[in-house]
Nanobody, 115 residues
């Protein structure tokens, strides 16, 4: 069974940092393009950052310069390093894995940025 499990969310003060992890199992992790999405209350899910199976990255304008996506294929894990967090970054963060027409989603991890 293929699954992806996020971890690392929590409560952080504005200006703080968190690192999210998404661990995959049940398939060949390196073939997937990986992405982090987020969904804030009352809003649509949006792409935050993505990394191709070749390592190319792209970011939403709102997080450029603050967030960094990376992957470790040996550990079947993708990371999202989040710095200079703002209250508007508060959301449930989801991991996505895509290959051809197949998409997998994790169950999400909650990030709350508040003083």
């Amino acid at each position: 069974q293929v699954q992806f499990v996020e971890s690392g969310g929590g409560l952080v003060q504005p200006g703080g940092s968190l690192r999210l992890s998404c661990a995959g199992s049940g398939s060949i992790f390196s073939i997937y393009a990986m992405g982090w999405y987020r969904q804030a209350p009352g809003k649509q899910r949006e792409l935050v950052a993505a990394i191709s199976n070749g390592g190319n990255t792209n970011y939403a304008d709102a997080v450029k310069g603050r967030f960094t996506i990376s992957r470790d294929n040996a550990k079947n894990t993708v990371y999202l390093q989040m710095n200079s967090l703002k209250p508007e970054d508060t959301a449930v963060y989801y991991c996505n894995a895509a290959y051809a027409r197949v998409n997998y989603w994790g169950k999400g991890t909650l990030v709350t940025v508040s003083s």
